[in-house]
């Protein structure tokens, strides 16, 4: 072993001693770990008016798992979804209102559409001097670093007041696709040897439109391809104050921070697997999966695989069935009976129905397999993020780019939750650790 690496060995077994916990003291202390009470409930942090999940209903005064639901400011997004479906691209007045709390009429939408497009535009130089530099396949990170260096061209960067914040929540949703589509492409171009397309946006399209156009070579799309993701775009929108990325963006608005800095957390917060990034662990543990299970018709295989996944044994040895699982829902999370909808339109007409009968068994199973092993207060299920990356492989979007989707999405709710942190809340979140430090005489070093 080479001597960093045995250096590290040692101290990292140091910090092991040093930080380890009893898990007994959290019941001792009565440390809501996770911020989650004994049956699973968040701890109530703050009250927003953007969006609600549904994930219990009292049943004969007792509080019982049901369906999920989830609604934007009043409206259920699956009604919401219907009614722009097969008539109009959504993403733009759902993103309207999430922002501005009412549905637009006509003129309002035409006039933020017009708003979106006239904001789609990048500093002089921007794709050269900052996108294409050091590219990575990890375009969330890429688009993390852009977004932090636009604050440099921004010269009243630091101004919190809601019209300041606004501008620059409508600049970075109508610039998202391009950050991430064209660092995308930096990577493919210098990482994978392939051609680089940098397409500028049209300011006709919509912005599921503008993201397949930018991402193909050829520019081309169908409307089937751009109405999905346009779908997929509004599903992905908004979940709520407390889930990771957008609390992440109301604690860091609460100390006061600018928006690049506020949004940057926020994009280090999505990408991590147990929350966005689990759209592309999915597929690899699908992948995985298809590699190690030579019948995929074998139940028997199937579940002993998924047993070695919750045991550390096989992928990435962390022991999730990724894709499976919510903080908040039970019996369902309706985004991914949305998804499961278009994946069985998908495969059958892109023959991979095999593929889907899979997917289907695994999430049949997983909450099986998954209940043999742990505590489940509420029932475990198919998330947003389990048929999500199927549907975007089917779309030939790559995998690079299916967190990256998501943020493009959720910049919205990320943006509605600064904003209403800002008007109301004016205080620092600054919640306590119990410490269970022992004090220690110093001890000068000739004694150590
Ligand atoms: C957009 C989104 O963020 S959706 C979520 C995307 N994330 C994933 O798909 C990753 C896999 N899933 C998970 O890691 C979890 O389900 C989470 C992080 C989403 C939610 O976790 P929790 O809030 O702890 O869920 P819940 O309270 O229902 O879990 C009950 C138990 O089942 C376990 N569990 C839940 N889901 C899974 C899973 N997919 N694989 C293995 N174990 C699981 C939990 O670890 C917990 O066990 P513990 O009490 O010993 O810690
Ligand atoms: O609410 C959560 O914890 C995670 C989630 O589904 C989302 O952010 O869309």
Same mark, same amino acid.
């Given at each position: 072993?080479?001597?960093?690496?045995?250096?590290?060995?040692?101290?990292?077994?140091?910090?092991?001693?040093?930080?380890?916990?009893?898990?007994?003291?959290?019941?001792?202390?009565?440390?809501?770990?996770?911020?989650?009470?004994?049956?699973?409930?968040?701890?109530?942090?703050?009250?927003?008016?953007?969006?609600?999940?549904?994930?219990?209903?009292?049943?004969?005064?007792?509080?019982?798992?049901?369906?999920?639901?989830?609604?934007?400011?009043?409206?259920?997004?699956?009604?919401?979804?219907?009614?722009?479906?097969?008539?109009?691209?959504?993403?733009?007045?759902?993103?309207?209102?999430?922002?501005?709390?009412?549905?637009?009429?006509?003129?309002?939408?035409?006039?933020?559409?017009?708003?979106?497009?006239?904001?789609?535009?990048?500093?002089?130089?921007?794709?050269?001097?900052?996108?294409?530099?050091?590219?990575?396949?990890?375009?969330?990170?890429?688009?993390?670093?852009?977004?932090?260096?636009?604050?440099?061209?921004?010269?009243?960067?630091?101004?919190?007041?809601?019209?300041?914040?606004?501008?620059?929540?409508?600049?970075?949703?109508?610039?998202?696709?391009?950050?991430?589509?064209?660092?995308?492409?930096?990577?493919?171009?210098?990482?994978?040897?392939?051609?680089?397309?940098?397409?500028?946006?049209?300011?006709?399209?919509?912005?599921?439109? &503008?993201?397949?156009?930018?991402? /193909?070579?050829?520019? @081309?799309?169908?409307?089937?391809?751009? *109405? $999905?993701?346009?779908? #997929? %775009?509004?599903?992905?929108?908004?979940?709520?104050?407390?889930? &990771?990325?957008?609390?992440?963006? /109301?604690?860091?608005? @609460?100390?006061?921070?600018?928006?690049? *800095? $506020?949004?940057?957390? #926020? %994009?280090?917060?999505?990408?991590?697997?147990?929350?966005?990034?689990?759209?592309?662990?999915?597929?690899?543990?699908?992948?995985?999966?298809?590699?190690?299970?030579?019948?995929?018709?074998?139940?028997?295989?199937?579940?002993?695989?998924?047993?070695?996944?919750?045991?550390?044994?096989?992928?990435?040895?962390?022991?999730?069935?990724?894709?499976?699982?919510?903080?908040?829902?039970?019996?369902?999370?309706?985004?991914?009976?949305?998804?499961?909808?278009?994946?069985?339109?998908?495969?059958?007409?892109?023959?991979?129905?095999?593929?889907?009968?899979?997917?289907?068994?695994?999430?049949?199973?997983?909450?099986?397999?998954?209940?043999?092993?742990?505590?489940?207060?509420?029932?475990?299920?198919?998330?947003?993020?389990?048929?999500?990356?199927?549907?975007?492989?089917?779309?030939?979007?790559?995998?690079?780019?299916?967190?990256?989707?998501?943020?493009?999405?959720?910049?919205?709710?990320?943006?509605?939750?600064?904003?209403?942190?800002?008007?109301?809340?004016?205080?620092?979140?600054?919640?306590?650790?119990?410490?269970?430090?022992?004090?220690?005489?110093?001890?000068?070093?000739?004694?150590?």
């Amino acid at each position: 072993m080479k001597k960093n690496e045995l250096y590290l060995n040692d101290y990292a077994q140091l910090c092991r001693e040093a930080d380890g916990l009893e898990p007994e003291m959290f019941d001792k202390y009565e440390v809501q770990r996770g911020l989650r009470d004994k049956n699973g409930n968040g701890v109530v942090t703050g009250l927003t008016n953007i969006s609600r999940i549904d994930a219990f209903k009292t049943v004969d005064g007792v509080k019982t798992p049901c369906e999920g639901k989830l609604w934007y400011r009043g409206y259920d997004c699956i009604e919401l979804v219907k009614g722009f479906r097969g008539t109009r691209f959504g993403f733009e007045e759902a993103a309207y209102l999430l922002l501005f709390g009412n549905l637009p009429n006509e003129k309002q939408l035409k006039e933020f559409r017009d708003m979106l497009a006239a904001n789609r535009t990048l500093p002089t130089n921007f794709t050269r001097d900052v996108i294409m530099k050091a590219p990575s396949s990890d375009i969330m990170n890429s688009l993390t670093r852009s977004v932090l260096t636009l604050a440099s061209y921004d010269r009243n960067c630091s101004d919190t007041s809601v019209e300041n914040v606004l501008r620059q929540c409508l600049n970075l949703i109508s610039v998202f696709p391009m950050l991430a589509v064209y660092g995308y492409h930096s990577y493919n171009h210098y990482q994978n040897d392939e051609s680089m397309y940098i397409h500028r946006p049209s300011r006709k399209l919509s912005t599921a439109e &503008n993201l397949l156009m930018m991402l /193909r070579p050829d520019k @081309s799309y169908t409307e089937l391809e751009a *109405s $999905v993701l346009d779908i #997929a %775009l509004v599903l992905h929108m908004e979940h709520g104050g407390g889930n &990771n990325s957008t609390f992440t963006t /109301r604690v860091v608005t @609460s100390s006061g921070s600018d928006t690049y *800095s $506020v949004i940057a957390a #926020a %994009l280090s917060s999505l990408k991590g697997p147990k929350h966005g990034g689990a759209n592309i662990k999915v597929v690899e543990m699908m992948q995985d999966l298809e590699k190690h299970v030579s019948d995929w018709e074998d139940e028997d295989a199937v579940r002993d695989y998924l047993k070695k996944i919750l045991n550390k044994e096989a992928f990435d040895r962390k022991g999730l069935i990724y894709g499976m699982g919510h903080a908040v829902y039970s019996l369902s999370d309706p985004r991914a009976q949305v998804f499961k909808g278009f994946v069985h339109q998908l495969a059958s007409a892109k023959g991979r129905e095999k593929d889907f009968a899979l997917y289907s068994m695994i999430e049949r199973m997983a909450p099986e397999v998954i209940a043999e092993k742990a505590r489940i207060y509420k029932g475990v299920s198919a998330n947003v993020d389990f048929y999500s990356g199927f549907v975007y492989s089917m779309l030939e979007i790559p995998l690079e780019m299916f967190t990256p989707i998501f943020a493009i999405a959720r910049i919205v709710g990320w943006s509605a939750h600064r904003i209403e942190e800002l008007i109301n809340m004016d205080k620092i979140i600054r919640p306590a650790y119990k410490s269970v430090m022992r004090e220690q005489e110093y001890i000068p070093m000739n004694e150590r």
